[in-house]
């Protein structure tokens, strides 16, 4: 029987001796490569933390000492070693989720999978710790990547001010978060990693000084305040250090016994300590050590060759960064702004092209936002791509920073509605609503390829406002035409000057089910009209005109409900008098859990069938002509 498969708990992994550690390793890499593969999913940087996972839950207590990952994409071998390892479900509905899921396991405490929050949450557990006497330890591990956000460095200078609270902080050190980590803390954590002379005389000395009887270990203790200038004269002032945390390493990240006998020092010392580990992300798998953020997350892949199984098509990201270089061609104004992300906002292709005109700012949203605030206003036109889901983290400067400068800065947001096998932390859910509060900011939804091109160079005309261009995840569909214009609308279905049952309002990528929920009407003779309003902030005029020629108006969108793009529609028709019944479809309030997009869809009940059904039912009062209200 493998070593793994006698694993059901922490303290199985305590029980094995030492020896039988590297192959557990082994094990648990084989394991991953082929489970990652048949499912996909976080690859790369599991198989860069299975010596790190296993010694800390050798060194610590699970869950009567709290570990906390971020972000919890890392914690595949976690969910290995305390008990989960049917991997067949990855990501799936009804299978484990792709992060920690406090509804699977009493081992899983934190869900939130927005880098940089794990030392906030690990400072406060050490205080409630403190103040209400509980036993056990407290653990963050965090990524070098993860402390390029501000969140990480609010933390770090409190927890520095509380030096009686004992807290672990394990870097883990792979030089990358989506990609490689960039920035003066990658270029000092760089130094500490290539400083082996002093880590060296350091350990010669005190093994020289401990085996000296009588006098060593007084004199250990006396040189303890020379060591710094030690350290200076052999590496560069320790950072941490001078924040007043306590500092092991850099470590071997795959020597689980170093990394074990680490964590055991750390947590005897009554106060905050850092254990820096230095890990290769990828580590056992050769394609995924030589390549970059291409295997930081798979789709169903081939393990021996780590092609996909199944042909991309077109994709939105991909048609989003080809036109990002045509742009750039064209305009020496423009320049891009991501958060650690550039091949996953589809940039790379203009970072090559335009370096100079290129900034990747790290897991900082918050800095990109009133930098490109800053950089428009001095005369550039900034471009800033993220997933629709990271918007959240820097609302306040859109807000305060862009948006009431009137800056003419794009954000271009990447998996904006449901992205499904993620889980709640990565649904692009939210940006519809909370963008509605932004005086003078502009959305864009587009429902194809050509709308998309179309409507970002619409977006970086606008010079004295905010403008959003938010997209979908994965394949993008066939082209759509209009079949005529109403003011600023396209027109997909019908004429906009005949009266007809249905006003179908169709927003973004959700346009071909709208299309279908039409045809399906027919079925019931209701005649339907479908509009794309393709700017959906600020709302077109002509809306309520138009709508004025339907007895019901149905509005569909992959944000939440309330208040998202339908509710904003039903205020204006309600200020302008407009005298027609509407329904919102949209997504619940609630955090959705992980399964494909379209499953999800479906429990939303976005499906071209729900939404028929529930448009029949709601005409059925007014099919003798009577108008509904």
């Excluded at 794990?118 to 209400?132: E, M, N, P």
């Excluded at 800056?407 to 096998?421: E, H, K, M, Y």
């Amino acid at each position: 029987m493998s070593v793994l498969a006698t694993i059901r708990g922490p303290q199985d992994v305590k029980a094995l001796d030492p020896e039988t550690l590297p192959g557990l390793a082994a094990e648990i890499r084989a394991f991953l490569i082929e489970a990652v593969a048949r499912t996909g999913g976080h690859l790369g940087p599991n198989l860069g933390v299975v010596e790190l996972t296993i010694a800390l839950h050798r060194a610590f207590d699970s869950p009567r000492d709290r570990i906390v990952f971020d972000v919890g994409h890392q914690a595949y071998v976690h969910k290995l070693l305390t008990g989960r390892q049917d991997f067949s479900g990855l990501r799936q509905a009804g299978g484990l989720s792709g992060y920690p899921s406090r509804a699977e396991s009493e081992h899983d405490l934190v869900e939130n999978q927005h880098a940089s929050a794990a030392l906030s949450w690990a400072d406060g557990l050490a205080a409630a710790q403190r103040l209400t006497g509980r036993d056990g330890h407290v653990v963050a591990v965090v990524g070098d990547g993860a402390l390029t956000g501000g969140m990480a460095w609010e933390a770090l200078n409190n927890i520095a001010a509380a030096a009686d609270r004992p807290l672990v902080i394990v870097v883990n050190d792979n030089q990358h978060s989506y990609s490689a980590t960039i920035g003066g803390l990658a270029d000092h954590l760089a130094t500490l990693r290539t400083a082996d002379g002093y880590e060296q005389i350091l350990r010669l000395g005190r093994s020289v000084l401990e085996h000296t009887p009588a006098v060593g270990r007084p004199l250990l203790a006396a040189l303890h305040g020379a060591k710094k200038g030690l350290k200076d004269a052999i590496a560069p002032q320790c950072l941490f250090e001078d924040l007043g945390l306590k500092y092991l390493g850099p470590i071997d990240g795959h020597d689980a016994a170093a990394v074990e006998s680490a964590l055991r020092h750390a947590k005897d010392f009554a106060g905050p300590v850092i254990v820096h580990c230095i890990t290769e992300k990828g580590r056992g798998y050769a394609l995924a050590e030589q390549a970059d953020e291409r295997f930081h997350q798979v789709k169903v892949i081939d393990p021996d060759t780590g092609h996909p199984m199944s042909a991309a098509g077109r994709d939105w990201t991909s048609v989003f960064g080809q036109e990002m270089v045509r742009l750039g061609a064209e305009r020496d104004d423009i320049v891009a702004i991501t958060a650690a992300m550039k091949r996953s906002t589809g940039l790379e292709a203009f970072a090559r092209r335009y370096p100079d005109r290129f900034f990747d700012v790290g897991i900082a949203e918050q800095h990109a936002a009133a930098s490109a605030a800053a950089m428009a206003t001095a005369g550039l036109h900034p471009v800033v791509a993220v997933y629709a889901t990271f918007l959240n983290r820097c609302f306040d400067q859109i807000l305060m920073d862009v948006a009431l400068h009137r800056c003419g800065v794009t954000f271009a947001l990447d998996r904006a509605g449901i992205t499904g096998d993620d889980g709640a932390s990565h649904n692009g859910m939210w940006d519809l609503a909370i963008l509605q509060a932004v005086p003078g900011l502009r959305i864009a939804a587009p429902r194809d390829a050509d709308q998309l091109r179309t409507q970002l160079r619409e977006a970086v005309a606008v010079d004295d406002a905010p403008t959003v261009v938010r997209y979908s995840k994965g394949a993008i569909g066939p082209a759509i035409p209009a079949t005529g214009r109403v003011g600023g609308m396209d027109v997909l279905r019908g004429h906009a000057e005949d009266p007809a049952d249905v006003l179908i309002v169709a927003i973004g990528a959700l346009a071909p089910m709208c299309l279908d929920v039409a045809e399906r009407l027919t079925q019931h003779a209701i005649t339907a009209t479908v509009i794309d309003p393709r700017w959906i902030k600020p709302l077109d005029e002509q809306l309520s005109v138009l709508a004025a020629r339907h007895r019901l108006v149905i509005t569909v969108e992959d944000g939440i409900r309330t208040p998202g793009i339908g509710t904003t529609i039903a205020q204006a028709l309600r200020d302008t008098d407009t005298d027609v019944a509407i329904r919102e479809f949209g997504v619940p309030t609630r955090f959705l859990d992980h399964a494909t997009r379209d499953d999800v869809l479906a429990q939303a009940g976005l499906t071209a069938a729900e939404i028929t059904r529930q448009t029949t039912a709601a005409l059925r009062p007014t099919m003798n002509g009577s108008r509904s209200t």
